[in-house]
């Protein structure tokens, strides 16, 4: 007998792979594994592509739409650059088109079981438990939504955000925007042109080498235009209501600040590849896989995309991260036998 709390255990196996993330590698996964004759599920804390869906309303992706596309489906753009939107309408079309099964806004609290036997436990927002049975499971949970965290008093404040939307609301106010790369520059320029004033914050003395090719151009003359004021070897000390502080070579001071965008870039979940066993790298927090089949220390549990990389998410975007469904799905069925656990790799490689 089961509580109205708690839904009843699907029959083992129900699932050959379970793939936690729903972003565009985690959907690659779960196509892969579907075009190879297995039954896979696909869960998440959020929407689909829930990291996307947190973008800028009106960024354009870096690559070009053949980059991005999974399951031999065709991204059609309007122009050269895929756009959020177009991202998102061709992410839901390829899970629609594969029929994926989904369970979205659950958030993976434990796996437990073991190789051939596992259990996916989750949580979602209304406080329900369910229960899923998996044989394999691939980790895909990407790295956006753990920001990187300026570790200053005032950080929690409602007037603090790790992530831009839009302009609009910050129409002649003071803003501040901390960070140096893309979603800093991006978020400085959008702010500028909805008419906010922007001070751009970055600890380093210039902006970031990896801009894109078509902002760097324009932050830098808004910079040298007095259009964006930046102040570069700067470092935040704290946040108060309406001001931030700061200090640098010229020592400290205090700027008025309606609202704070602590763009300092995202990690992945570290705390939940440990909870389940997987062993990390203690300098750059990479999981310990064989990169033939990318299985982890803990035979059945595979891991794709970004956290592949550990705290060197710059080295795994969409465009490479898509491939490693094939690689998994690969490795399972390349004898036609998913009941054997491939070769792991030993502690550190």
Same mark, same amino acid.
């Given at each position: 007998?089961?509580?109205?709390?708690?839904?009843? *255990?699907?029959?083992?196996? /129900?699932?050959?792979? %379970?793939? &936690?993330?729903? !972003?565009?590698?985690? $959907?690659?996964?779960?196509?892969?594994?579907?075009?190879?004759?297995?039954?896979?599920?696909?869960?998440?804390?959020?929407?689909?592509?829930?990291?996307?869906?947190?973008?800028?309303?009106?960024?354009?992706?870096?690559?070009?739409?053949?980059?991005?596309?999974?399951?031999?489906?065709?991204?059609?753009?309007?122009?050269?650059?895929?756009?959020?939107?177009?991202?998102?309408?061709?992410?839901?079309?390829?899970?629609?088109?594969?029929?994926?099964?989904?369970?979205?806004?659950?958030?993976?609290?434990?796996?437990?079981?073991?190789?051939?036997?596992?259990?996916?436990?989750?949580?979602?927002?209304?406080? *329900?438990?369910?229960?899923? /049975?998996?044989?394999? %499971?691939? &980790?895909?949970? !990407?790295?956006?939504? $753990?920001?990187?965290?300026?570790?200053?008093?005032?950080?929690?404040?409602?007037?603090?955000?790790?992530?831009?939307?839009?302009?609009?609301?910050?129409?002649?106010?003071?803003?501040?925007?901390?960070?140096?790369?893309?979603?800093?520059?991006?978020?400085?320029?959008?702010?500028?042109?909805?008419?906010?004033?922007?001070?751009?914050?970055?600890?380093?003395?210039?902006?970031?080498?990896?801009?894109?090719?078509?902002?760097?151009?324009?932050?830098?003359?808004?910079?040298?235009?007095?259009?964006?004021?930046?102040?570069?070897?700067?470092?935040?000390?704290?946040?108060?209501?309406?001001?931030?502080?700061?200090?640098?070579?010229?020592?400290?001071?205090?700027?008025?600040?309606?609202?704070?965008?602590?763009?300092?870039?995202?990690?992945?979940?570290?705390?939940?590849?440990?909870?389940?066993?997987?062993?990390?790298?203690?300098?750059?927090?990479?999981?310990?896989?064989?990169?033939?089949?990318?299985?982890?220390?803990?035979?059945?549990?595979?891991?794709?995309?970004?956290?592949?990389?550990?705290?060197?998410?710059?080295?795994?975007?969409?465009?490479?991260?898509?491939?490693?469904?094939?690689?998994?799905?690969?490795?399972?069925?390349?004898?036609?036998?998913?009941?054997?656990?491939?070769?792991?790799?030993?502690?550190?490689?």
């Amino acid at each position: 007998m089961t509580s109205d709390h708690h839904r009843s *255990l699907p029959a083992p196996g /129900a699932y050959e792979v %379970v793939c &936690i993330g729903a !972003g565009p590698t985690g $959907l690659a996964c779960a196509i892969e594994a579907k075009r190879a004759g297995l039954r896979p599920l696909v869960i998440d804390k959020g929407a689909l592509c829930n990291s996307l869906l947190h973008y800028p309303v009106n960024m354009l992706f870096f690559t070009t739409p053949e980059r991005m596309e999974i399951g031999d489906l065709p991204l059609v753009t309007l122009g050269g650059k895929p756009s959020r939107t177009e991202a998102l309408k061709y992410y839901r079309r390829a899970a629609e088109h594969y029929c994926l099964e989904t369970q979205l806004y659950q958030r993976v609290s434990h796996i437990r079981g073991s190789y051939g036997a596992f259990v996916i436990e989750t949580l979602d927002e209304g406080g *329900l438990r369910r229960e899923y /049975a998996g044989r394999r %499971v691939i &980790i895909a949970t !990407g790295y956006y939504d $753990l920001p990187n965290r300026l570790g200053v008093p005032g950080e929690d404040l409602p007037q603090v955000s790790h992530y831009f939307n839009e302009a609009h609301p910050y129409w002649n106010q003071d803003v501040v925007v901390v960070g140096g790369k893309n979603s800093a520059a991006e978020a400085a320029l959008d702010l500028f042109r909805g008419g906010a004033r922007v001070t751009l914050v970055h600890r380093g003395a210039e902006m970031g080498k990896s801009l894109k090719y078509w902002v760097k151009p324009d932050i830098e003359n808004r910079i040298r235009a007095g259009e964006i004021r930046a102040l570069f070897s700067t470092q935040v000390t704290r946040i108060e209501p309406g001001r931030v502080f700061l200090k640098n070579g010229g020592g400290e001071k205090v700027i008025a600040a309606m609202h704070v965008f602590a763009l300092s870039g995202y990690h992945p979940d570290f705390e939940f590849l440990e909870q389940q066993g997987i062993r990390l790298d203690p300098v750059t927090r990479r999981p310990a896989i064989d990169p033939e089949t990318l299985e982890t220390n803990v035979p059945g549990i595979y891991v794709a995309g970004v956290v592949v990389g550990g705290m060197l998410t710059s080295e795994i975007f969409i465009e490479n991260g898509r491939f490693h469904g094939r690689q998994i799905i690969a490795a399972m069925t390349g004898k036609g036998k998913i009941d054997e656990p491939a070769p792991v790799a030993p502690p550190g490689e």
